[in-house]
């Protein structure tokens, strides 16, 4: 539906939302910001997955294809910045808008992961949820109603 | 190269040896004079007496030019013998002042001199030594620093959004009671969140990674942004932000926006923070070519004599500040003072205890940040 929204110029938001068509996934190994994460996007209308590591997160992204990604950079055994580009280079996964949400943040970090072609860089002590949330809303609103 | 030779130390022998030389032959002179005019002179023709005194007269004189000539040798060879170690010497100690430590003088001599150059061998080595074992302690420190920092980021997020997810209804109503007291918890974990967020920028410094980069920025939309961002704080603190003077238009500085902005930032968060309610901050712009000047007056409680001096340091907070605003990390103008002479600025203050305080930023108009300096591991100056 979003895809098609996206070759015929745009579909209201709020229908999309209210079929549940609208999908997230959330990759955050700690357990607690994970679950307020979820809570707070499944109360917006989203469909959301969540993922504590990389190999759960694989697996959705293949299986459910979803729209925005929230990617923590600090991941069990993984790094987080592999795993940025390793989306980015996969031509099926490069289109997806990839938020990185972090605790790292010197400015290395954050032009690394822009480099690499995260949408943003957010670090979660600066941040409540709802501007996480918010920050979702405007990347689908950018990604996939105003191309 | 200037041949000084005034003050020498070859201009020192040479006259020393001159006198040494001249004294004697002169008093000797006179003595064959006189026993020529006294004793001689009654025996002898008045011509023949003459002749012997020019005699005397024109020995004295070659004999003059001769120590002159001895003297200047002796004198070029001693002094040589002593300045030229010297210089080698002075050398290994302008660079050392310089920071290089990759230094050693090769001694050849059994001397005094030779004894003073390996003294400074050893000293060099001995500094290095120390300077070494201080680099790692320093890097230790600030890596500590920096973990500990990432370490607490987590849970500080989680109170955070634990904090947020009660304040913004989702798991309950909340009471006016409860909502005071979320709040005071949110400011505490935020004042934490921000002295995390600074001890890493500190340790970036001490570590040489807190990276510039410097573009050409219009410094007036960017101040004005900078101080309405304080808006909030104002308005709760009642104070009255005055900006002296229009602004000057087109003001274009090189410079790291987002650094700057921190710097300029921390300075004027202190007026605000260091001033009664219902005080007074001003902020005057300043451009005289090829410098502006940033000023930032308030009427706050001022700083004391006794902390003028330690004011910039890491950590450090003024003795009269910690009873009324605990706040404070003590690195607000560490970072603000790193950040303004990595932008090739000054940063000063005036000061009166209980009647205020201006704080100086002074930034370059053109400045074209220098690469880092190259440290040479020649490991041999010169030899003495």
Redesign the interface.
């Known amino acids: 539906m979003i895809e098609r929204a996206l070759k015929t110029g745009g579909v209201p938001i709020a229908s999309m939302l209210k079929r549940g068509e609208v999908k997230i996934l959330v990759v955050e190994d700690d357990k607690f910001l994970r679950e307020i994460l979820v809570g707070k996007l499944e109360k917006e209308g989203y469909t959301v997955f969540e993922a504590s590591n990389w190999n759960v997160a694989q697996k959705h992204i293949q299986g459910d294809r979803p729209h925005v990604i929230l990617l923590d950079i600090v991941l069990p055994g993984i790094d987080g910045f592999e795993v940025l580009s390793t989306l980015k280079r996969n031509r099926e996964t490069s289109a997806i808008p990839i938020i990185i949400i972090s605790n790292l943040g010197s400015r290395e970090d954050v032009d690394r992961a822009l480099r690499l072609g995260a949408k943003s860089f957010m670090i979660k002590a600066h941040h409540t949820p709802q501007e996480i949330v918010d920050a979702v809303k405007k990347t689908l609103e950018e990604y996939y109603l105003r191309r | 190269m200037k041949l000084r030779v005034h003050g020498t130390l070859f201009a020192k022998f040479f006259w020393t040896l001159t006198a040494l030389g001249t004294i004697p032959m002169a008093i000797s002179t006179l003595f064959l004079y006189a026993t020529y005019e006294s004793r001689i002179r009654h025996i002898v023709d008045e011509d023949v007496a003459r002749e012997l005194q020019l005699n005397s007269g024109i020995q004295f004189l070659l004999i003059f030019l001769f120590v002159l000539i001895m003297a200047t040798f002796a004198a070029y060879i001693i002094s040589r013998n002593i300045s030229r170690p010297l210089f080698v010497l002075t050398e290994v100690m302008k660079r050392i002042a310089g920071g290089n430590l990759n230094i050693q003088i090769r001694v050849r001599r059994q001397d005094e001199i030779g004894d003073l150059g390996n003294f400074v061998n050893e000293m060099v080595r001995r500094v290095k030594e120390a300077r070494e074992r201080q680099e790692e302690i320093s890097a230790v420190k600030s890596e500590f620093i920096s973990v500990a920092a ?1 370490q607490l ?2 849970p ?3 109170e ?3 904090y ?2 009660l304040l ?1 209804g ?1 798991v309950g109503k909340v009471t006016p009671k409860q909502r005071e007291l979320l709040e005071k918890a949110v400011m505490a974990n935020e004042s934490m ?1 921000r002295l ?2 600074n001890l ?1 920028d500190a340790a ?1 410094i001490e570590e040489g ?1 807190f ?1 510039y ?1 410097f573009q050409k920025m219009d410094f007036v939309p960017f101040l004005k942004k900078l101080l309405q961002d304080r808006t909030v704080l104002l308005r709760e603190k009642k104070i009255n932000l005055v900006v002296q003077h229009p602004l000057p238009r087109d003001l274009f500085l090189t410079a790291d926006e ?1 650094r700057l902005s921190i710097a300029i930032g921390n300075i004027v968060d202190n007026a605000i923070r260091y001033t009664a309610s219902g005080g007074l901050v001003e902020i005057s712009v300043d451009t005289a070519p090829p410098w502006v000047t940033v000023a930032v007056r308030d009427t706050g409680i001022g700083i004391t004599k006794e902390d003028k001096d330690r004011l910039f340091t890491k950590f450090y907070r003024g003795s009269n500040v910690m009873h009324i605003a605990t706040e404070g990390t003590g690195l607000g103008l560490f970072l603000a003072k790193n950040i303004v002479i990595a932008h090739g600025g000054e940063i000063w203050f005036r000061s009166r205890e209980t009647e205020g305080t201006t704080f100086f930023i002074k930034l370059p108009l053109e400045f074209s940040p220098k690469s880092p300096s190259v440290v040479s591991h020649d490991s041999f100056v010169g030899s003495i």
């Open positions: 990432h980021r987590t500080l997020s989680i955070k959004w634990a947020n997810l913004d989702d969140i995390v967020h890493l970036r990674k990276g980069t987002e």
